[in-house]
């Protein structure tokens, strides 16, 4: 995992956004309906990071600390648009969370949180298999509501873990997460 410095990173990180979200729409999968998310990765505002094997971008997303959602208390680590690359397997979101939870707990956070669009009721298949394999990785489901760009979303935490052995695993290199900006305009 290292922080995505180049505009020719942010670009093949908007890449890979686009053609998740051109897999994802060919089989009839939700995608969020009001953010321009390739746009999120482009910008220089934000410190996106990528999961690389090989020199190859593998998966993309935007660390935050402490985003003020409007759910789930207390600070925490939050994982804005995370994105894979289409037709890999689950190890890849395994990978993530692992890094992620020992994120966190470097970060003196007690927690990770997450969104995943849910257009239907989370019982419903697709979302219900994906939540199934998310638990299995440690994930908690914390219900359903509205997400921080306006689309249906079921909420996930994760606990904070020192994960001692996961740079045999996995490398990490990514700069200490920033606030979420302030959306409600103030500075």
């Keep these: 995992m290292r922080t995505l410095h180049t505009?020719?990173?942010?670009?093949?990180?908007?890449a890979l956004v686009q053609?998740?979200?051109r897999w994802l729409s060919m089989r009839g999968l939700p995608v969020p309906a009001q953010a321009d998310t390739p746009?999120?990765?482009?910008?220089?505002?934000?410190?996106?990071?990528g999961l690389f094997?090989?020199?190859?971008?593998l998966a993309c997303l935007i660390?935050?600390?402490d985003p003020g959602l409007r759910w789930g208390e207390g600070p925490?680590?939050?994982?804005n648009s995370v994105h894979t690359l289409p037709d890999q397997s689950d190890d890849i979101i395994r990978l993530i969370t692992l890094w992620a939870s020992d994120l966190a707990a470097r970060q003196g956070l007690p927690l990770v949180r997450a969104e995943a669009l849910a257009h239907h009721p989370l019982e419903s298949e697709p979302i219900a298999a994906l939540?199934?394999?998310l638990t299995d990785m440690g994930w908690d489901v914390r219900g359903s509501g509205t997400g921080r760009e306006g689309d249906r979303v079921a909420r996930l935490e994760l606990a904070a873990e020192h994960r001692s052995g996961l740079s045999a695993l996995i490398g990490c290199r990514v700069h200490t997460p920033q606030a979420a900006p302030d959306e409600r305009g103030s500075a």
């Design 63 to 65: 660390p935050e600390r």
């Design 7 to 14: 505009d020719a990173e942010r670009e093949e990180a908007a």
């Design 76 to 79: 925490c680590l939050y994982l």
């Design 53 to 57: 094997e090989d020199g190859k971008l």
């Design 131 to 133: 939540l199934r394999r």
């Design 19 to 21: 053609d998740r979200q």
């Design 39 to 49: 746009a999120l990765f482009r910008d220089p505002q934000t410190s996106p990071v």
